[in-house]
């Protein structure tokens, strides 16, 4: 959800609630009591949709962060070996091949990263034989490999998730613009019958139904609580 969905659901619940708080004044009008129904049904679907939006960003960062980081420690410990066996050769331009380090490797963008350490391990190839004294074999590299090519697969997949969470997305505006029909349309229109007969509902519906800027509110108690 962006911000203006997000104020706009907080008041489709604060409304929802007066519903929940005044069954029976509800029930009297059976018109009212089924858009109530339909309502309720479209803040679960609008839940649902939120749900799946926020999974799927969430679910791949998380393997992204995972997978990123066994692939920059498997690179680094075979840059570790050779830097080590070219220092001891003097080999200076091999040293700096492999002069790189964690924190270097993580300010480089997914195709870069990816870029770097397959250089380093097709590097290591090319002297696997010199490096068994430094600890590299032949399941070091590997390793190395497999953790290149499950990043490689990770950040070529995330089309697929990105269809589905903009699939989400575009659900999520489709469900706001029914919400927002309903309760013009019908329920402000039916509420109108409470008006005399139950005055106290009618004025915390038409409460509830004012959007307020969250994020601004949040911004505006923070600015009250520093102040004070």
């Known amino acids: ?15 929802y609630n007066v519903f929940k708080t005044f069954p029976n004044e509800i029930d009297t009008i059976p018109a009212l009591k089924n858009n109530v129904a339909a309502f ?7 839940d649902k949709m939120h749900q799946v939006q926020m999974a799927y960003s969430s679910a791949n960062s998380k393997l992204k962060v995972k ?4 692939m920059i420690q498997a690179i680094i410990q075979v840059a ?10 003097n080999m ?35 002297l696997v034989e010199k490096l068994t004294d430094y600890g590299i074999i032949t399941e070091t590299l ?31 505006r489709v469900l706001f613009a029914q919400a927002d029909e309903l309760l013009k349309n019908q329920l402000d229109k039916l509420m ?3 008006e005399m007969s139950h005055p106290q509902v009618y004025k915390t519906y038409m409460a509830a139904r004012i959007i307020i800027d969250l994020k601004a509110s949040k911004a505006k108690q923070e600015e009250e609580t520093m102040e004070a």
């Open 80 to 89: 570790a070996a050779i830097y080590a066996y070219a220092h001891s050769n």
């Open 192 to 194: 109108l019958m409470l």
């Open 1 to 15: 959800m962006n911000s203006k969905q997000n104020n706009k659901n907080a008041m489709h619940l604060a409304v």
């Open 92 to 126: 200076p331009d091999l040293v700096s091949k492999v002069s790189i380090t964690p924190s270097y490797l993580r300010t480089l963008t997914d195709k870069e990263l990816k870029t770097a350490c397959t250089n380093i391990y097709e590097l290591a190839l090319t």
């Open 67 to 70: 997978e990123e980081a066994e």
């Open 40 to 46: 309720g049904e479209l803040l679960g679907k609008i």
């Open 142 to 172: 590997e390793n190395a490999k497999s953790e290149i090519d499950e990043f490689s697969a990770l950040i070529a997949a995330p089309r697929g998730e990105i269809v589905t969470r903009s699939q989400a997305t575009a659900e999520l």
